[in-house]
């Protein structure tokens, strides 16, 4: 088989993410983007905990722990979200924004 330009291995990841964030639905590449950045997100929380407890401010610990709150709680509904609705292809995004030609276009081109 041929390879076209709408197999995955055209498109880098940072192509993917901007993709992603032009066109309807979350496509993998963004989907793991988002996770890191909640990761790193949750460690420097982690550490601003820490050093909350550690000046022993119990404002800035509550404050901490709200955001943690947030954090977390953000994090859940994200992932209950795309649970519901699911994962959308690089190649159909593209195909939504018109980058690449699609199957039914090129059939019916031939068929006229």
Do not use: R
Not at 56 to 76: K, P
Not at 86 to 99: A, D, F, I, N, P
């Amino acid at each position: 088989m041929e390879k076209t330009e709408s197999d995955s291995g055209d498109v880098s990841s940072a192509q993917a993410v901007l993709l992603g964030a032009l066109v309807p639905g979350v496509n993998g590449p963004t989907w793991i983007t988002l996770k890191s950045s909640f990761l790193l997100l949750g460690l420097c929380l982690a550490v601003m905990l820490g050093l909350a407890f550690s000046s022993s401010d119990s404002s800035l610990m509550l404050h901490v722990a709200f955001l943690v709150l947030i954090c977390v709680t953000l994090f859940l509904l994200l992932s209950w979200f795309l649970a519901q609705t699911g994962l959308v292809s690089v190649e159909h995004q593209m195909q939504e924004m018109g980058l690449v030609k699609n199957d039914q276009q090129d059939t019916s081109k031939k068929s006229k």
